[in-house]
């Protein structure tokens, strides 16, 4: 992947066609299971799918997430995907997928992101953005950002509990970037603010701004009653995400958020629930769909033949 190259509006198109054929009702993505064993706090995720439409193709990917791994000095997140030719069922790709998962996600964050910011009034000033973690997945999101939203950036505020050196910052970026002493900073200060946490416990407990786009990518940070001040919740799969201790299963649970209340992605990426953006707050939560990292890796595998990158085996 890293000598294919990243476009990142290639990768928000491809989530936007993946997203429509939802509607089309041309995908197939069962339930997650989860691995685990001995240490809970482990899991490995099956998540098969099959994506139709011109990407045409099945798969599953199979991702391990061991939080200890960072006192072993390894990465969280390991995974790979298999895919398979939609005809046959032969395997056409294996691919080893840590930085193809972590475009995913914040590709899907770009596709909601950009949703929003097409819906904003004409004269909406720059605005700023707030990260909060800064591993793989906040990093991707600050590149994500910075490339696609170049134009509308103020400031991006970053905070990680384990601190942010930014002579680590791409130099293309830097200038962006302020690094925030709190989390509370970042909340305070961004009109999009964005989680990549590990956390498990939920540690936000201030009500959001009006007029924000909050973003819980990391699924784990925000204290169930912030639900009190959410106008528009969207979700990209209610049956994935209203469970596994997620802020909607608790929001479920102690506060009676319904699925007759979210609105799931296919409607949001149609553009028809963005209005009055500047009196509501919006919060969007993805459990991740295997349908997306599919079709990201069909994408991959289509650059690679086309650039002559990768390892073709024999039969």
């Known amino acids: 992947m890293v000598e294919i190259g990243l476009d990142w509006h290639d990768v928000v198109n491809v989530i936007y066609r993946a997203t429509r054929l939802i509607d089309e009702k041309d995908v197939i993505q069962p339930i997650k299971p989860y691995l685990r064993y001995k240490d809970v706090s482990n899991r490995i995720i099956a998540m098969p799918a099959y994506v139709g439409g011109e990407i045409a193709t099945a798969g599953i990917k199979w991702i391990a997430s061991f939080p200890g791994n960072a006192e072993r000095n390894l990465p969280r997140a390991h995974s790979i995907v298999i895919l398979n030719d939609e005809t046959t069922g032969v395997p056409i790709a294996t691919i080893n997928t ?7 996600t914040a590709g899907v964050t770009g596709a909601i992101i950009s949703r929003y910011v097409e819906h904003l009034p004409e004269n909406t000033a720059k605005f700023s953005i707030g990260i909060i973690g800064f591993g793989p997945i906040g990093q991707l999101h600050l590149e994500m950002v910075c490339e696609l939203f170049p134009n509308l950036i103020d400031k991006i505020f970053i905070y990680d509990i384990k601190g942010v050196d930014i002579d680590n910052i791409n130099s293309k970026y830097r200038n962006y970037v302020v690094i925030a002493s709190s989390w509370q900073e970042v909340y305070k200060s961004s009109r999009i603010f964005i989680t990549c946490t590990v956390s498990t416990t939920p540690y936000i407990d201030i009500p959001p701004p009006i007029g924000t786009l909050q973003l819980n990518i990391s699924l784990r940070d925000y204290h169930a009653d912030i639900v009190k001040y959410v106008d528009l919740m969207i979700v990209d799969d209610w049956d994935e995400i209203c469970r596994e201790n997620t802020d909607v299963e608790r929001m479920h649970i102690e506060f009676g958020l319904a699925k007759s209340d979210v609105i799931e992605i296919s409607r949001a990426i149609d553009g028809n629930s963005w209005n009055d953006l500047e009196r509501k707050v919006i919060m969007f939560n993805p459990m991740g769909m295997a349908i997306y990292d599919i079709a990201i890796s069909k994408y991959y595998l289509d650059k690679s033949i086309e ?8 039969e």
């Open 98 to 104: 840590p930085l193809i998962s972590g475009i995913r």
């Open 307 to 314: 650039q002559g990158i990768g390892l073709i085996l024999e």
